[in-house]
């Protein structure tokens, strides 16, 4: 078990450039969630994928970002036309259904928007 | 009022004595609630999940769950400086719903 990997851990970036990032769940966990964390906030939830299906969309995902989990493995998040209210950590966690569902978090991409 | 509240602190503890964090959350049909440990710059280490009313021990750590009261707390016994992070509660707000609403965070740090 390798624990919950994300990729890149850090991008810079220039305001109106598009960004994706990786997360690759641990194994065998069929729930995958992604949640945005601002310094001195708790994470805020963004979405999240029961297999390849995503169940659940916050308000806070704009029509400028964009999740896919295309075959229930790892899942990529794009934000589009980046604005400088986009730097954060993002965050993605794993968790199996049933059971306590306890989520499992992975090291996150830190984002700067210049 | 916020969904899940915390304390953000800080909160000063000298080494060995007992840490207590508190959490208030608003939605009473909550059903799941975690505690996570997040070091400075790093993402958020699940330490205790909690689900019944009353305690649940884990080594060094207490979590004890009020549903009446709408209450959570973590206790952490023989406090080291170790354990000197921010602390986030963590809520299932309702029943079927998979997200976790999260506080601020309390940060916390032991003084040797």
């Known amino acids: 078990d390798t624990g919950v990997s994300q990729d890149p851990r850090h991008k810079i970036t220039k305001r109106g450039q598009n960004v994706t990032f990786r997360c690759d769940p641990i194994s065998e966990h069929n729930r995958l969630y992604w949640y945005r964390q601002t310094l001195g906030q708790g994470p805020e939830f963004l979405t999240y994928?029961?297999?390849?299906?995503?169940?659940?969309k916050s308000r806070l995902l704009s029509d400028r970002f964009s999740a896919e989990r295309p075959k229930g493995s790892f899942s990529t998040l794009e934000i589009q036309r980046t604005e400088q209210g986009d730097s954060a950590m993002y965050l993605c966690?794993?968790?199996?259904?049933?059971?306590?569902?306890?989520?499992?978090f992975g090291p996150g991409t830190r984002l700067t928007v210049l | 009022q916020k969904e899940v509240e915390q304390n953000s602190g800080p909160l000063s503890v000298p080494e060995g004595a007992i840490a207590s964090l508190n959490c208030t959350y608003s939605?009473?049909?909550?059903?799941?609630f975690f505690w996570y440990r997040q070091y400075s710059g790093k993402s958020p280490e699940l330490i205790m999940s909690i689900y019944s009313n009353g305690d649940k021990e884990d080594g060094r750590f207490t979590a004890q769950l009020n549903k009446a009261s709408q209450y959570v707390s973590l206790l952490i016994r023989d406090s080291q400086p170790s354990d000197s992070a921010t602390y986030l509660c963590?809520?299932?707000?309702?029943?079927?719903?998979?997200?976790?609403?999260f506080g601020q965070g309390t940060r916390l740090t032991i003084n040797p």
């Open positions: 963590a809520v299932r707000l309702v029943s079927g719903a998979q997200k976790l609403v």
């Open positions: 994928f029961q297999n390849e299906a995503q169940l659940e």
């Open positions: 966690a794993s968790s199996v259904h049933g059971g306590r569902d306890e989520q499992f």
């Open positions: 939605d009473r049909g909550s059903q799941s």
